[in-house]
């Protein structure tokens, strides 16, 4: 219980801190307060001059801050400059989009890098080791906008983009992993005792490899939501990502600061929970 | 029973396939997400295709002929002062809600769209003096609207008003035109489907629209609307790049239009912000006529619309586009590419030619930067263009490219630029929508913002001219003050007009009546009158 706690005060101070960070960045980007609505060319004077103040009411961040901290303690997180919409409106319709991108590219990441790493390390299986490991290795040269591109020329899903990003890290960590594992003298002296390969795997291999591995989901999740963002952009999934991507071009202050404390949140929540699954002798 | 379950199956078969082939479904993609459903507040492409299709008008602009024609109003008239206009109204019209239309509504939508807090661009238009705007509601059918100064073009600033209810539950969701908003997927698409209360019919007496719903997705990438439309998924793209316009040309050409020189043209200036933290030779030169039309006869723009724009754009002539039949002055033509002229301008204002470098009288090399906006390859491409054509009179150009939201801080805010290469979009045809352009003190006066008195005789003379034709009401005697704003601005060149961009779209040949023209909304203005091939409306 002391643990849980001490690990959720962190992550609230630490998303805090994360929303404070992240409006200052916001702030002091390049032409910050400039809207794009000031070179219409209907527009009066009068009208240009009200964007101009609207946007300078955001240019004080310890008092934005302020501000902002209260409001959300109301359930309100501002409204979105460039979508014209509530915040918590566009979050609440956008996110299930890329959770749910983000549930299948894991889930399929995942499975493909376990499903090859096991039997690399069980069967000793060098020609599926090395064309396992050169697909991974192409696939971790090849950025994520390219697979985006070529997801949408093929036609097939951009979710499953998230999958080629995380497939090559999960599969090289857990391959080291369990191939280091496999050869420990405890291990080996089960295997020469007869022990079947579906036993050693479960009660010696896997207790073995499971802190890191458990490590590695929490990684894996900040990964899918950093991977998130040009595939949401480039496939024009209606997600967080795209959502991002808008409201830093637009430089939009509310939208910007939710998202960062929303995505430092699930990161955050992401590793603890992997760090809390772990046994406390692990930890140590 | 087996008769009987036979009948059902026909009948069930029967009504399926009288749906299937009974509603049509177009579809097409908006760039990014509507920001208003307020007509009022209408400032982007997506929300006004959305008002486009969903507001009606009191009168509208036939994209076509360029002409008036009756909305929801059958008659007007603008008083002789240029101030009041009076509306008949067509009478039992209803909003899509089924709320009656009403002059109530028409003085409710001028008192919103006239109240300054709103900040409405479109009230903005009829913004023309100090004071309160009236409607005197005459009969149910009858509506005068007065302003507190005459207002240029007082008609035509109508095609933008979207009427809204003044009673209905819905607010700016119930009404008018040929179609309603019946779903919102934020991010993903926009359903319409077709008004069943819209007022006009065919001429055959059938109710328009055709087309019975309307599919907007959301597509900001515009190699997926490409590719979408080439699979049949979408049935039109209203604008597309020169770039794409040839590829389709080679690979689906009678799905490629060429509507000709639109009323959008590419443009540069150079910065004469008196305070901008620029050297002050550097301001004398900018300042220069000399200077300007030197640049302007040094830059080819044939190759530039042959090259950048692959021959769909034309040499531009100045403020007006040769798309704007009326306000055209046809007297003006674009300036020729001469390098031997550019220089004995240059020569008169001492800058020297030697060893292939130019310099001022002061012995300054001629050096100076053209910023634009990243991503933008056709402005890049020219940029580059206009930096291998200046070298050629000894002029070296560095070329800037930045993120759009910083450029406008560099040309609004902190004018730390020297020149900019731009475009402007016209979606107005009368000059009155260029005022805040063209006054010496307005903010978008680009070359010198908000003049506190016009810094040249020119300007206070283009001041005067433009006050001129927006307080005369005679079309005629307006068109020849604003020919005279065109030729001074074509003899001075504070814009140095480079391109006319030709109005390129895609339309899928199982699109009927379209007719593409070079006014907003190039493909769809006619929207009730399109309509679906009937295999097409099967397979949706």
Redesign the interface.
């Known amino acids: 219980m002391q643990r849980l706690l001490r690990h959720a005060a962190l992550i609230l101070v630490t998303v805090l801190l994360g929303g404070l960070l992240g409006a200052t960045l916001v702030r002091f980007s390049p032409a910050f307060g400039v809207d794009e609505a000031e070179l219409d060319p209907r527009r009066s004077s009068a009208s240009i001059e009200s964007i101009r103040r609207a946007k300078g009411e955001e240019r004080n961040i310890p008092a934005f801050y302020l501000h902002y901290l209260g409001r959300m303690a109301k359930g309100n997180l501002g409204t979105s400059r460039t979508l014209n919409r509530p915040v918590l409106e566009l979050v609440v319709t956008r996110l299930p989009e890329t959770v749910k991108s983000v549930i299948l590219g894991l889930l399929v990441g995942w499975g493909a890098g376990l499903l090859l790493a096991i039997p690399i390390a069980m069967f000793r299986s060098w020609a599926l080791d090395i064309a396992a490991s050169t697909l991974a290795a192409i696939l971790l040269c090849v950025p994520t906008a390219v697979f985006a591109l070529l997801f949408v020329v093929l036609r097939t899903p951009g979710r499953l983009v998230i999958a080629l990003i995380v497939f090559p890290k999960v599969f090289r960590y857990a391959r080291n992993l369990l191939v280091k594992s496999a050869l420990l003298p405890h291990v080996l002296t089960a295997r020469a005792k007869g022990l079947g390969n579906l036993r050693v795997f479960a009660r010696h291999i896997l207790p073995n490899v499971a802190p890191q591995l458990s490590s590695l989901a929490g990684v894996s999740v900040s990964l899918a939501f950093t991977a998130a963002i040009p595939v949401e952009v480039l496939c024009d999934l209606p997600g967080i990502g795209q959502l991002a991507w808008k409201a830093a071009l637009g430089r939009d202050l509310y939208l910007l600061v939710n998202l960062t404390m929303i995505i430092t949140l699930i990161t955050l929540m992401a590793n603890c929970a992997a760090d809390l699954a772990r046994p406390q002798g692990a930890r140590a | 029973m087996r008769r009987v379950l036979f009948t059902v199956l026909s009948l069930w078969l029967a009504f399926g396939s009288a749906r299937a082939q009974s509603a049509t479904q177009l579809r097409f993609c908006l760039r990014?997400?509507p920001?208003?459903f307020n007509p009022l507040l209408v400032?982007e492409d997506s929300s006004d295709t959305v008002r486009y299709l969903t507001g009606g008008v009191l009168v509208r602009l036939n994209r076509k002929t360029q002409k008036l024609e009756p909305g929801l109003a059958t008659d007007w008239k603008v008083s002789r002062d240029g101030r009041t206009i009076a509306f008949t109204l067509r009478p039992g019209l209803k909003f899509s809600d089924g709320t009656s239309f009403s002059a109530a509504d028409v003085a409710y939508t001028v008192q919103q769209m006239m109240e300054?807090s709103l900040?409405s661009?479109?009230g903005?238009?009829f913004?023309s003096g100090e004071g309160a705007t009236e409607s005197k509601i005459l009969a149910a059918d009858k509506v005068a609207i007065s302003f507190p100064a005459p207002v240029a073009g007082l008609d035509r600033l109508f095609d933008q008003v979207a009427i809204m209810s003044a009673s209905s539950a819905k607010k700016e969701m119930a009404v008018l035109g040929p179609y309603y908003v019946s779903e919102n997927?934020?991010?993903?698409y926009l359903m319409l489907e077709r008004n069943p209360n819209y007022w006009r019919q065919d001429a055959a007496g059938r109710p328009l629209p055709y087309i019975d719903s309307i599919r907007l997705d959301?597509?900001?990438?515009r190699?997926?609307e490409l590719?979408r439309l080439e699979r049949g998924e979408i049935d039109l793209v209203n604008s597309i790049d020169p770039e794409y316009y040839e590829k389709l040309v080679k690979e689906k050409p009678a799905l490629a239009h060429d509507a000709g020189p639109s009323l959008d043209s590419e443009h540069m200036w150079f910065n004469q912000v008196p305070t901008a933290a620029i050297s002050d030779y550097k301001k004398a030169w900018f300042q220069s006529a000399n200077f300007r039309r030197a640049v302007s006869e040094a830059i080819n723009r044939q190759d530039l619309a042959r090259i950048a724009f692959r021959g769909h754009a034309r040499p531009a002539v100045g403020i007006v586009s040769p798309a704007n039949q009326f306000w055209f002055n046809d007297k003006l033509r674009p300036h020729p590419f001469d390098q031997k002229s550019a220089l004995q301008r240059l020569q008169k204002d001492g800058f020297r030619l030697h060893d292939g470098v130019l310099r001022d009288v002061n012995g300054h090399v001629v050096e100076f930067s053209i910023i634009t906006n990243a991503g933008n390859r056709y402005r890049e491409r020219m940029a580059t263009m206009i930096q291998q054509d200046l070298a050629g009179v000894g002029m070296k150009v560095n070329v800037v490219t930045l993120?759009?939201?910083?450029l406008?801080?560099r040309i609004?805010?902190t004018f730390t630029y020297e020149a900019c290469l731009l475009g402007?979009v016209n979606t107005?045809l009368d000059p009155a929508?260029?005022m805040?352009?063209w006054l010496s003190?307005?903010?978008?006066h680009q070359w010198s913002p908000?003049e506190k008195k016009p810094a040249t005789a020119w300007e206070a003379e283009i001041d005067r001219l433009m006050r001129a034709q927006a307080s005369t009401l005679d079309d005629h005697r307006r068109k020849q003050y604003f020919d005279r704003v065109q030729e001074i601005a074509w003899e001075q060149e504070p814009f140095i007009y480079l391109v006319t961009k030709n109005a390129l779209s895609a339309i899928s040949t199982s699109l009927s009546n379209a007719q593409p023209v070079v006014l907003r909304p190039q493909v769809f203005w006619n929207v009730d009158e399109l309509k679906l091939a009937p295999e097409v409306a099967a397979t949706r």
Request: charged share 25%; aromatic share 2%; net charge negative.
């Open positions: 990014s997400e920001k208003t400032e300054p900040h661009p479109i903005d238009t913004r997927h934020a991010g993903s959301i597509q900001q990438n190699d997926l590719l993120d759009f939201p910083s406008i801080e609004t805010r402007l107005d929508s260029v805040n352009v003190s307005a903010e978008n908000g």
